[in-house]
């Protein structure tokens, strides 16, 4: 049995060799560059393949990997989005993906930019490069004095929602559908407005759905209390870049803290040398501000997570070579 990986980064490359040694009778085969059809030739001989990449799969490196007689594919993240399925169709290939790697990765993050944004870090920061080590004015705030409002209790929620009472911090929560142990710790309010309405801090843990595109828009900003924090580490369509602007200008935003924006391919992934140099005026705006926190995309990207990701997916490419149905199975034909 032989495995071809597409897009292997050297952070996980010793994920990588720790699963092969615990499945020697696998080979595995592992390029740095991601699946094009410049490159789906290289998995020639594989009976599958574990990629991971933000661009789209396109129908003609599908259709190489056909003519290879490759039919299994895993990918090592959560989001399928970019395969169509039409062509997965087509090629009676089968899809599996990683759907939960670490829910705590993420919930950390929104959670220590809640902490840096309550006790003012950046500024403190700041002050320190220079030299100054007073006191005043950055007066923090505590978490057990602040309403936390999360948006989705889902996976990452949930922990988000563990983390924030274990820091004392009163919760409440909004999601389409209710989880019976949010439900019985009462958590749940029944609208957003409500929850905009009474939350100091917002976190969203909502995937982007064709509903929910720019929730966080002028109208929703209104709603919200004088001096609210607002934490994105879900989706960057989620909130109107613009509106988030102008209640930062107002004030009405006391800070934002964003692992994840409108438009984040146009600087995230790059080297600028300096914040200067971003050539998105509005990320620049944002990424100017000394409350506001702003960080490339990478709540997700921990020891852990990189580990389960490797291990999970492949797991499941194995699974599927051997005629198994794993439990991460997208899309099959069949
Ligand atoms: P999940 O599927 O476990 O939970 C999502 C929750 O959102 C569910 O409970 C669902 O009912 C709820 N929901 C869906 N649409 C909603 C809406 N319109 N309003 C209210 N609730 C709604 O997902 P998860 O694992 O908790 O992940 C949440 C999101 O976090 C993902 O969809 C992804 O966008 C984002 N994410 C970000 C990173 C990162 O590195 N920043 C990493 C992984 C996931």
Known sequence: MKIFAYGIRDDEEPSLRNWKKANPDVEVDHTDQTLTPATAKLAAGSDGIVTLQTTPYDRESLQILNDEGIKNIS?????????????????DMKLTNVPVYSPNAIAEHAVLMIGRLLRRIPEVDVKFDNGDFTWAPTVGKEYREQTVGVIGTGHI????IQMLQGMGSKVIAY????????????????SLEELYKEADVITLHVPLTSDNAYMIDEKAISQMKDGVYIINCARGELISTDALIAGLDSGKIAGAGLDV???????????????????DPKIKNLA?????????????Y?????RNMIEISFNSNKD????KIPDTLVYSKK
């Open 75 to 91: 990918i090592r993240n959560v989001g399928y989005d970019n395969f169509n399925f039409d062509d997965l169709a087509d090629f």
């Open 157 to 160: 929620g949930r922990v988000a």
């Open 175 to 190: 999601d389409v559908f209710h989880n019976e142990d949010i439900e019985k710790q009462g958590l749940y309010v029944d």
């Open 261 to 279: 924006l409108d438009h984040e391919n146009n600087v995230f992934g790059q080297k600028w040398g300096s914040i200067d140099n971003l050539p």
């Open 288 to 300: 100017e501000r000394i409350n506001v926190i702003m960080t490339p995309h990478n709540a997700f």
């Open 302 to 306: 921990t020891e852990t997570a990189i």
């Open 320 to 323: 599927l070579i051997e005629g």
